[in-house]
């Protein structure tokens, strides 16, 4: 079964809280009610099953479709043969004792235009289907089945441990994977086993593994560690009901909720910290991973800190470095726990050449932005502006797929047991000033890691800037080498001078305000309306009022569309070229429209695109439309040759190189460009791109510009 590939999710998982003892019958939970948003039309409810499932079942009269997960409280690091849990997990799927033949599920899921998948990580198990509404309580009976009376046929063990080194042998060639291992393994040997979520052939080679299997099972399966979120078309009564028919037969063993210590950087233990790593990258390209270990009780959810290390607009790092050549337009923060008392804060970003040679002076960057940041503390009146961002994004929320639903409850119920926010309510909690703070002093030269990882190094000789890596990760075989920073390099990082560049993030002036939804007015139909049409400059605007929905929404779209059309190998590497050049700007000029939920951009293909999505206000609407326009004229076509060839050339050529991607993903963009244009080989475009100049670029931008004609479409609350 496919596993969760987000990174900071294996590298870290969360303990799923366990539940008191077993009732006699269920219950509704009486602790408030589930907290949803305005224009959530759905209804929910959570109740705890009779075996002491956590569950929330949501009515929601829309959907043709039903989706269930249920989740274990239990994974990787429970076990103590590398790849247990998820053999488990495939295991389940072959019958129980009431369904011996496990194809009578998937035939039924298959014959009812359904799919069903199972994954793996570190502190949970989780089974999940989608079938058409009235297939769905089948399914579940057959799944509950499964889950709590497997039959576990020794004749079937060969074929889950096939499928189980299948997957290991995909994910041989997964960065993503090999930087978790290596991590632990650096962090802690003797963690090394429990980042190993997978499994293969060579570790689950072992003489009881029959006995150890139904072990696991028998001591871990237990209802009372269970969660449960069931999304279908029917009655919250009876969802409930069928919820109870079904899964409540899950037997309950009242096992304890197990602890496990999941983060690999222990604060308290200064050797595995103040290291930087050396990595050989397994696809094509340049990353640098930062991390910082935050060891706090209760600690909160990171936001303020990843708002301002994830910022990309006017004083962010991001800017900082990548004006000076050192990174790509690839940044991302993120942060990763795996129990209430640790954490730790990550950051990544695409190197270029320069970077990659010299991140030191990313660091020296990192260190001055975050005295200029958090060096006075946080910030009261920026804190207070994210969490109105965070209400303001929640209280409009779009309408989700079934299997978003349900997915994203399980996802909140392993966090708390608050039933008010199984839907990511933002918390209601006061500004603590202390405990951001000490979050903040954790980001300190003395506790921090640093990976480099490209795909030139090697672990035969020394290439470029690299050095030769002397070691190999244990699982999958990744060459490093790990160093330490000297004490004269942490001792410069803790004495940095602030830099008058970096700075926090000003005011945020694109925040809605007006929500009002307008009344329908007389001349809106049942389809769009030209408002607009001037023949003369070949321009025409459309618009269609929203009558059915009723949300303060809008979506604005300009095409422009060139007098005459070319499809080459060279006009397909030139629009993918704009487009890296337009991101360059983008987020410099439209990031914080982007924070508060409006998503606009341009997409250059035989047509340009620019568009804008989000909310109704007029005003806002019409500012961020502006700047998008300021943003396409913006494109900057005399960059250095060493900023172009690092930010547009090669990530160009990396996008169109096809070594690193799989079978399935080669054939569907393949079918993808036989229907929208001529026939192209990717190789034919990659291999133009290092002929294109700064100059090709703009000649194509003026050539396209130069007679066209523009319709413009405006809908939604207008």
Request: hydrophobic residues 35%.
């Amino acid at each position: 079964m496919m596993m969760r590939s987000c990174l900071f999710t294996l590298l870290f998982g969360c303990l799923i809280l366990g539940c008191a003892a077993s009732p006699t019958r269920r219950r509704r939970n009486s602790e408030g009610q589930i907290v949803k948003s305005v224009s959530d039309e759905n209804e929910y409810r959570a109740i705890t099953l009779s075996n002491e499932i956590r569950c929330v079942v949501v009515s929601d009269t829309s959907t043709e479709i039903a989706a269930v997960q249920i989740n274990l409280g239990v994974g990787s690091l429970a076990e103590d043969t590398p790849g247990l849990a998820h053999l488990v997990e495939h295991l389940i799927f072959f019958g129980s004792v009431e369904y011996p033949d496990g194809k009578l599920y998937t035939d039924h899921l298959e014959e009812n235009g359904g799919r069903y998948n199972g994954f793996t990580g570190q502190t949970y198990t989780g089974y999940t289907f989608y079938v058409n509404n009235r297939s769905w309580s089948k399914a579940a009976k057959m799944l509950a089945s499964m889950i709590g009376k497997p039959l576990f046929p020794k004749d079937m063990f060969e074929s889950a441990i096939e499928a189980v080194d299948s997957e290991y042998r995909i994910r041989i060639r997964s960065d993503t994977r090999s930087l978790l291992t290596l991590a632990l393994d650096l962090a802690n040997p003797e963690s090394r086993d429990k980042g190993f979520t997978v499994g293969s052939r060579e570790t689950l080679n072992v003489t009881d593994i029959y006995e150890q299997v139904a072990d696991f099972h028998d001591r871990y399966y237990s209802a009372n560690l269970m969660t449960l979120a069931i999304v279908a078309n029917d009655t919250l009564d009876n969802l409930e009901a069928l919820a109870e028919e079904t899964f409540g037969a899950i037997p309950n063993n009242n096992q304890p909720t197990p602890k496990f210590l999941a983060v690999p950087f222990p604060t308290e233990d200064k050797r595995f910290l103040g290291k930087k790593i050396y990595f050989q990258m397994k696809g094509t390209g340049n990353e640098i991973t930062i991390l910082f270990p935050i060891n706090i009780k209760n600690y909160p959810s990171l936001r303020y800190i990843k708002y301002l290390m994830g910022h990309k607009g006017v004083g962010s790092i991001y800017q900082y470095l990548l004006a000076r050549g050192y990174i790509t337009t690839s940044w991302r923060t993120s942060s990763t726990g795996a129990d209430s008392q640790k954490t730790a804060l990550v950051i990544q970003c695409g190197a270029t050449e320069k970077g990659l040679a010299d991140p030191e002076s990313i660091l020296d960057a990192l260190f001055a932005y975050l005295k200029a940041a958090c060096g006075d503390g946080v910030n009261v009146q920026l804190w207070n502006s994210i969490n109105d961002i965070d209400r303001l994004r929640f209280r409009f929320q779009d309408k989700q797929y079934p299997t978003s639903i349900a997915y994203y409850i399980i996802e909140n119920m392993a966090e708390t047991t608050d039933t008010r926010k199984y839907l990511g309510a933002p918390s209601e909690r006061s500004l603590d000033v202390k405990l951001e703070n000490q979050v903040q002093s954790f980001l300190q030269p003395d506790n921090f890691n640093l990976y480099v990882g490209s795909d030139s190094f090697s672990d035969t000789e020394s290439k470029g800037s690299g050095p030769r890596l002397a070691k190999n990760e244990y699982y999958y075989s990744t060459p490093y080498l790990d160093t330490n920073f000297t004490e004269e390099q942490l001792d410069a990082w803790r004495n940095v001078k602030a830099d008058p560049e970096l700075h926090l993030p000003p005011p945020n002036n694109l925040v809605a305000k007006n929500f009002d939804i307008f009344e329908v007015e007389k001349d809106a139909g049942e389809f769009p309306l030209e408002i607009v049409s001037r023949n003369e400059d070949n321009i025409s605007v459309w618009w269609f009022q929203d009558q059915e929905w009723k949300k303060p929404k809008t979506l604005v779209e300009c095409g422009i569309y060139p007098s005459s059309v070319t499809r080459s190998a060279k006009a397909s590497a030139l629009r993918s070229m704009l487009t890296r050049m337009f991101s360059l700007v983008k987020d410099l000029i439209l990031y914080e429209a982007k924070e508060v939920s409006f998503y606009p951009g341009v997409k250059f293909g035989y047509s340009w695109v620019v568009y804008v999505n989000g909310y109704s206000d007029p005003e806002k609407v019409e500012a961020v439309l502006l700047k998008t326009m300021e943003a396409l004229s913006s494109l900057n076509f005399e960059m250095s040759e060493t900023d172009y060839n690092a930010t547009v050339l090669k990530p160009t050529e990396n996008r169109f190189d096809e070594k690193d991607d799989s079978e399935v993903t080669i054939a569907f963009r393949y079918a993808e460009r036989l229907v929208q244009e001529k026939f192209l080989d990717p190789a034919d475009v990659k291999n133009i791109v290092s002929e294109i100049t700064q100059n090709d670029i703009k000649e194509y931008v003026d050539s396209f510009l130069k007679d066209i004609s523009v319709t413009c479409s405006a809908m939604g609350n207008l």
